[in-house]
Each structure stands twice: as C-alpha cells, then as structure tokens.
C-alpha cells in the first residue's frame, strides 16, 4: 500500500508550470469596456468616485475607444448622458441624441476592430432617473416604457449599434425588441439581456458618471438580492423571447447566480464588474491596503471562473495590456 502522500504542489512549483495548468484565462477579447459621453463637455471630466475613470466629449471617447481596440478589448458599452432630460427621455431615441452621435463616431472609429455596443435604458436620459415611463401616481409603466425602448433600439440600431444592451428589467422587454428589429430589417443587430439585474448597492459611483436623477430606487423592477431562483427565471424568459446574449449583475455579489446561469445557458454568458466593485478596489488599493494589480487580475479571473464568457469591466484597456505584455 502506498504511504505516501498526495503531492498536489506539484503542479505549482514555478510560474511557468502554473501557467500550464492554469483552469481560467482571460483573454482582452473577453473583455468590454463601458465608456461615457456627456453632450455638454468640451473637455473630459473626471469622475470623482471612479478614479481613472472620465465623462467623455465626442473626441475624447474616440481615443478611449481607439486605445481600447488597439488593447485587444472585445468591445465597448456607450452610455449617453444628453443636454436635456424630461419625463421621457426623448432624447434617447433622437436621431441627432448624443448616443446614436456617439455611435455613428466609433462604428466609423474602431467598428472594424471591436465591436461598438449601446446601452438601452432610460434612465441616463429622464428627469426621475427611472429607467422607464412613471404613471401619474410615479410607478414605472412597463408596457408604455416597451413602446419607447422599441424606439431606442431602432434608432440605436440604425446609427450602427452592433450589439444593444437591454439593461431596464422591464417584462417582455426581449421580444417586444427582437420583433420590432426584424420588422425594421436589422436583423442581424444582436442583444444582451441584463438578465439577472439586482437592486443593488454597489451601482453608486455609476449614478455619478451618468449625473442620474433618480429619487427613490428601482426595487419594483430590478431583482430583490437575497432571490437566485428568480435570476433563473428572468434568464429563462429572455432566452426564449430570444436574447443573443445573457448577463448577471453586478458580477462580483451574485458568482452564484452566474454560475446557475452558465451551466444552463445556450447562449454566452456575460457579467458586469460594475461601479461599486471598482471603486472599492481602487480605494482599497490607494490606501495601501491591497496590491491593486492583482486584486485586479483576482477579481476578473474569479468572474470568469464562475462562467462568465465576458467581462464588462472599467479596467479592460488597462488588464488587456497587462494580459497581453
């Protein structure tokens, strides 16, 4: 009988044998960097609770994106913050509305190099910050609110979009898209789910780069956090009113759900490294209190362990270049 014991460290002995059997990798093209445009700036704006990270103008977000696909960055998630907000957001389906501007600009940019995708909501562009159309007594109107993201996503679609991704939680919102687009001739244009969207806390530094209005939350649309079946439940629906793509977020909270949604998925699975996990890294880091690098590497890699085949992520030109040193 053989005494001796298991010698799993084996495998461990030297930075190239870990490399060899390493389980998970990332590769910059699994990688998607959301960026910002506000309509009003003439010159990038920093944003105070995500540093490194700006508000940009036409022409700086152009660079951003050029220095993104030059990276090996799989693709860009534009978020428009316009001039002019009411009750709802007319400028968010306005042929001349910053984001399709912005589009037009990087399809013509980068387009060829990565792919251009478009955030579909409205709460950037409405006077409340909700991410739909209230009744008179304030609560969201799912139906009305499917009639203008209908519209976003034609007039997305047609300013080039490749990729939309449908980020309000409204019920149907899926296949009310998907019918109009293939009514429209853009069928080939691809959406992402934001299947398993929590209420969460850690969204706070995002609602500062976008200049939100919100009052209030967003808890009668968005998931309760303590609920895994019910991310199932919404994945399941979107899958069969025929989303392209799925996604879980935030990712860092929620690997659990991310991996149920993974190891039943017919379609690629996506996570958002959202506001509140950056921050607090970044924080944690400038403090010296963590090695900012590899809590970096740490925190993508455990994302896509769990089974994400993407990452949006706000340090994806920065982890694309170390990945690619």
Same mark, same amino acid.
Request: proline residues 3%; charged residues 20%; glycine residues 8%.
């Given at each position: 009988?053989?005494?001796?014991?298991?010698?799993?460290?084996?495998?461990?002995q030297?930075?190239?044998?870990?490399?060899?059997?390493?389980?998970?990798?990332?590769?910059?093209?699994?990688?998607?960097?959301?960026?910002?445009?506000?309509?009003?700036?003439?010159?990038?704006?920093?944003?105070?609770?995500?540093?490194?990270?700006?508000q940009?103008?036409?022409?700086?977000?152009?660079?951003?994106?050029?220095? @993104?696909?030059e !990276?090996?960055?799989?693709?860009?998630?534009?978020?428009g913050?316009?001039?002019? /907000?009411? $009750? #709802?957001? &007319? *400028?968010?389906?306005?042929?001349e509305?910053?984001?399709?501007r912005?589009?037009?600009?990087?399809?013509?940019?980068?387009?060829?190099?990565?792919?251009v995708?478009?955030d579909?909501?409205?709460?950037?562009?409405?006077d409340?910050?909700?991410?739909?159309?209230?009744?008179?007594?304030?609560?969201?109107?799912?139906?009305?609110?499917?009639e203008?993201?209908v519209?976003m996503?034609?007039?997305?679609?047609?300013?080039?979009?490749?990729?939309?991704?449908?980020?309000?939680?409204?019920?149907?919102?899926?296949g009310?898209?998907?019918?109009?687009?293939?009514?429209?001739?853009?069928?080939?244009? @691809?959406?992402? !789910?934001?299947s398993?969207?929590?209420?969460?806390?850690?969204?706070?530094?995002? /609602?500062e $780069? #976008?200049? &939100? *209005?919100?009052?209030?939350?967003?808890?009668?649309?968005?998931?309760?956090?303590?609920?895994?079946?019910?991310?199932?439940?919404e994945?399941?629906?979107?899958l069969?009113?025929?989303?392209?793509?799925?996604?879980?977020?935030p990712?860092?909270?929620?690997?659990?759900?991310?991996?149920?949604?993974?190891?039943?998925?017919?379609?690629p699975?996506?996570?958002?490294?959202?506001s509140?996990?950056?921050?607090?890294?970044?924080?944690?880091?400038?403090n010296?209190?963590?090695?900012?690098?590899?809590?970096?590497?740490?925190?993508?890699?455990?994302i896509?362990?769990?089974?994400a085949d993407?990452?949006?992520?706000?340090?994806?030109?920065?982890?694309?270049?170390?990945?690619?040193?």
């Open positions: 009988m053989n005494s001796l014991p298991e010698r799993p460290r084996r495998l461990r030297s930075p190239a044998m870990r490399r060899l059997v390493s389980e998970t990798r990332v590769d910059p093209a699994q990688l998607v960097l959301p960026l910002f445009v506000n309509e009003d700036l003439t010159e990038k704006r920093a944003i105070g609770s995500m540093p490194g990270v700006f940009h103008t036409l022409d700086s977000l152009r660079a951003a994106a050029t220095e @993104a696909a !990276a090996g960055v799989g693709g860009v998630m534009l978020f913050i316009p001039t002019v /907000r009411d $009750a #709802v957001g &007319s *400028q968010a389906d306005a042929p509305g910053i984001l399709q912005a589009t037009r600009a990087l399809q013509a940019e980068v387009g060829d190099a990565l792919v995708q478009t579909l909501c409205l709460d950037e562009f409405t409340h910050g909700h991410c739909g159309v209230l009744t008179e007594d304030g609560a969201v109107d799912n139906d009305a609110t499917l203008r993201y519209s996503a034609l007039a997305q679609a047609e300013a080039g979009s490749m990729l939309l991704g449908l980020s309000g939680m409204m019920d149907g919102q899926v009310a898209i998907r019918a109009a687009l293939d009514r429209a001739g853009h069928i080939d244009t @691809a959406l992402l !789910a934001y398993a969207k929590y209420a969460s806390a850690f969204y706070g530094p995002f /609602r $780069a #976008v200049d &939100s *209005q919100l009052q209030g939350d967003r808890r009668t649309y968005q998931l309760d956090p303590g609920n895994r079946r019910e991310g199932m439940r994945t399941l629906l979107d069969a009113e025929g989303a392209d793509i799925v996604m879980v977020k990712a860092m909270s929620y690997l659990d759900v991310l991996a149920d949604v993974a190891a039943m998925s017919t379609v699975v996506w996570a958002y490294q959202v509140g996990e950056y921050a607090m890294i970044e924080a944690a880091a400038a010296g209190w963590i090695d900012r690098r590899r809590a970096i590497e740490e925190s993508v890699i455990g896509r362990r769990a089974g993407a990452v949006l992520t706000y340090w994806a030109t920065e982890l694309a270049t170390w990945l690619r040193a």
